[in-house]
């Protein structure tokens, strides 16, 4: 198991805090005309694939012994980077 790993720590608190924009980005969705919610609830579904990708990455990097760790986080890191580009450019856009 490779619980104390501070890289994972650290993709931890960076996804609570995309769950937090995630939610404030469903706030505004609601929120806007017709013609635009459905445009921002179609972005927000691809937002939280990502996200449910990075959690997925994260809980079998836990679970790993040694010798696949560095590549499971390599990867939880490589999904972590997308969801935050990509939930940066939804905020800048709403």
Not at 19 to 43: F, G, N, P, V, Y
Not at 55 to 77: F, N, P
């Amino acid at each position: 198991m490779q619980e104390d790993d501070p890289r994972i720590k650290n993709l931890e608190d960076r996804l609570r805090q995309w769950r937090a924009k995630l939610s404030e980005l469903r706030s505004k969705a609601d929120a806007a005309e017709a013609e635009t919610r459905i445009e921002w609830r179609s972005r927000i579904r691809d937002l939280e694939a990502k996200r449910d990708d990075l959690e997925q990455r994260i809980r079998r990097y836990k679970e790993s012994g040694s010798d696949a760790a560095e590549e499971l986080r390599t990867g939880a890191e490589k999904a972590a980077k997308q969801l935050g580009q990509a939930l940066n450019k939804a905020l800048s856009r709403f």
